[in-house]
C-alpha cells in the first residue's frame, strides 16, 4: 500500500509513468472501488445518493472506455494507463474532496469565493496535466498532444453529466 501511494504522489508530481504503475487487476478493482467512492462522496451531498451513483458510475466507465479507445493500438498497457488514471484521480480528487468539506459550508465567507475559486481552477488544471502527462506516455506523444487529449476527455465527460443531469432530473 505504501508503494502504491509513494508510485501515487509521484505520478502526479510527473515523476513516474504510467509504464511505472502495477498493472494487477487487485489493485485495479480495489482502485476503480475508491475512484467510485470518492466520486460519490463530492456529489452526493449537492445531488442526492441515487443521482451520485449515476455519476459516479459513468464518469468510471467513460473513463475506462477512453483508455480502451486511447489504446487501441497498444492492448498490453491497458491496465497500467487505466491504473494510472484511477491513481491520479484518487489522489487529486480526495485533495479536492477534503478541500471542499473543510473550505465549503454555509459559514464559508463569500470574500473568499474568488481564492477558493481560484484554488479549486489549479485542482482541475493539475489533473488535466498529470491525464496529459499519463497519455503522453502511454501512446508516445507530446505532453501538449496528451492535455489536448485529456482535455477531450474533460469534455466528453462534462456533456455526459450535463446529459445525466438533464435525464435524472425529468
Not at 2 to 30: E, F, M
Not at 96 to 113: H, V, Y
Amino acid at each position: 500500500m505504501k508503494g502504491l501511494l509513494d508510485h501515487g504522489l509521484r505520478l502526479i508530481t510527473l515523476r513516474n509513468t504510467p509504464a511505472d504503475t502495477p498493472s494487477s487487476k487487485v489493485i485495479q478493482r480495489n482502485l476503480l472501488l475508491a475512484y467510485i467512492l470518492l466520486a460519490l462522496l463530492s456529489v452526493a451531498s449537492q445531488f442526492g445518493l441515487a443521482q451520485a451513483t449515476v455519476y459516479a458510475l459513468c464518469d468510471a466507465a467513460i473513463l475506462f472506455v477512453f483508455t480502451k479507445i486511447l489504446l487501441m493500438k497498444h492492448p498490453e498497457r491497458i491496465d497500467q494507463t487505466f491504473n494510472a488514471f484511477l491513481l491520479a484521480g484518487v489522489l487529486i480528487g480526495a485533495v479536492q474532496t477534503l478541500a471542499m468539506s473543510l473550505f465549503i459550508n454555509e459559514q464559508t465567507d463569500l470574500t473568499q469565493a474568488p481564492l477558493l475559486s481560484l484554488g479549486f481552477m489549479l485542482l482541475a488544471f493539475w489533473l488535466l496535466l498529470v491525464f496529459g502527462h499519463i497519455v503522453r506516455h502511454a501512446i508516445n506523444v507530446k505532453l501538449s498532444a496528451g492535455i489536448l487529449i485529456s482535455l477531450g476527455l474533460l469534455i466528453v465527460n462534462s456533456l455526459a453529466m450535463i446529459t445525466l443531469a438533464s435525464i435524472v432530473s425529468v
